[in-house]
Structure formats: structure tokens, C-alpha cells
């Protein structure tokens, strides 16, 4: 290993320095795609749960989604029926990790689950 | 100091991908399992609306087939019945992205001991969904130990209340 020459003592401080920047955004941004995707698994719960009342033949009030998922503030849901067949989608606004983000504006896709059931005949 | 660095980022990079094929997997999993869900429930649905279905029931109790095996090239069975609940099973799982790889009905065994309760069903459904890596079709081809990162599958069962 050679030596530091004079004037060359604190050199790989600094570019360990430069470069911890470049490792901390390479692990937001996988945070920030681990939740993207942990929402994405909660709108298809959500849409899961929703379309299985809304298929029933009996469900007088179909619950809202709020009602089943208290963290789904600001999401939607839509329910359709044609086709003998009952449609929901469910749409969460993306989480940002870092206050203050808005990951609309960035072109983050919204986390979104569509789910079909058949209608149950009464 | 900055080859440190460079190996962690690798580490990171390389641990996020492997992540998020797994996670894609289970993703997948999970839609499979909704498509399931969503085929038993057809199935169900198609069975408990026909005048039919008693007579099917007996069909199935003396022994006939309504199924899919994909694996074993089954397709179909007994009556104009199955032949309309395997159409609607298929419709449902198709609805959700998914294709039946099995797809079983069978008469409850509750009906077997008693003659005047309505015709009770079991229907069990497997599906399959395309996982993370489908598009790469040589190497998911030649893939026997990770399959689950080619075809995601998840099963579901119902059963018809009378």
C-alpha cells in the first residue's frame, strides 16, 4: 500500500464524505419503493374486501373505505356493476417517506388494485 | 474509505433488486389468490342459480368429473351444468387477470347423509398470474427451483349454502 504523499492526508475522508450522499438516496428511494409497493398490497386488499360485500346479494350498505382500512385517508373507491359482475377499485395517494413530498408531482404512480366478483342472484 | 462506499451502494442496489423480485412475487401471489377468490365465488354462484343442480349433485355424488387440471389436460366433465360452471369460473378468473390451472367441484359431503337438505357444493379453484420475471420466457422455461418468480398461483375454495 503506498504511502499518502505530503498534501494527500484527510483525501479519502473527503471522498468518503462526497459519496455517503449518493448512498443515502440509493436507500430512500428503495424505502420509498418498499412502501409504494406496501400500498400497493393494501389497495388490493381493500378492493378485496370491498367487492366480496358488495357481491353479496343481501348488502344493503355497502361499507365505505375508511370503514374497513382507517389508515386509507384519502383514497377512493369506486364500485361498478354491469355484466352480472361487480367492479371495485381502489386508489391510495402515494405515501412519501419524506415530509412534504409531493410523489403526484414526481409521476409516481398512485398504488391502485382493480377486483371483479360476480354478482350473487337473490 | 471510497471502495467501502462503492461496495455498500453495490450491496444496497443489489439487496433492493432481490427485494423487489421477491416482492413483486408475493404481490403476485396475492392477485393470483383474489382471482381464485373471485373464480370459486363465480363457480358458487353459477351452481346455486340452477333449477339443475340437484340432479348435478347426484351426478357428482355417483362419481363423475367437473374439473380443470391443466397439468393433466382435464377440461370439463359431466352436464351442461359443469360446462357452464367451469365458463363461469374462467370468466371470473380472466376478469382478474388470471387463468384456472385446476379447478375441482364436488358434491358436499354433508349431502351424503341426508336426502332432503339442497344440493351442496365444494369448488376449489387454483390460479396462476405472470411473476415478476414471465416476460423472460427462455429462462422461466429452464427455471424448475424458482417457478414461483415466473407463475405466481394462489387457490381458493367456496361453498354453496342451498
Known sequence: ?122 | MLVIVVVILQLLVLGGAVASLRIAAATAAGHATIAADAAAHAAVVTLTADSARDDFEITLQAGALCAIDKRQSVDGGAGQLCAAVIAAAQDAAQRNGAVIVTLQVGADPRAYVTTTAPALFDVIVETEVPGPLARLSKLCADMQQREDLCWARGWSAARSVG
Open chain 1, 1 to 122: 500500500m503506498r504511502r499518502p504523499a505530503r498534501g494527500e492526508g484527510g483525501a479519502e475522508s473527503l471522498e468518503f464524505l462526497g459519496a455517503v450522499p449518493f448512498a443515502v438516496i440509493v436507500a430512500l428511494v428503495l424505502w420509498q419503493i418498499l412502501v409504494v409497493v406496501e400500498q400497493q398490497a393494501e389497495a388490493a386488499t381493500d378492493a378485496r374486501v370491498l367487492v366480496r360485500d358488495a357481491a353479496l346479494c343481501d348488502a344493503t350498505r355497502h361499507p365505505g373505505l375508511r370503514d374497513i382500512d382507517a389508515g386509507a385517508a384519502g383514497g377512493t373507491a369506486t364500485l361498478t356493476t354491469a355484466g352480472g359482475y361487480v367492479t371495485v377499485t381502489v386508489t391510495l395517494p402515494p405515501q412519501a417517506i419524506l415530509p412534504g413530498a409531493d410523489l403526484n408531482r414526481l409521476g409516481v404512480v398512485p398504488p391502485s388494485a382493480t377486483v371483479s366478483m360476480r354478482h350473487e342472484p337473490c
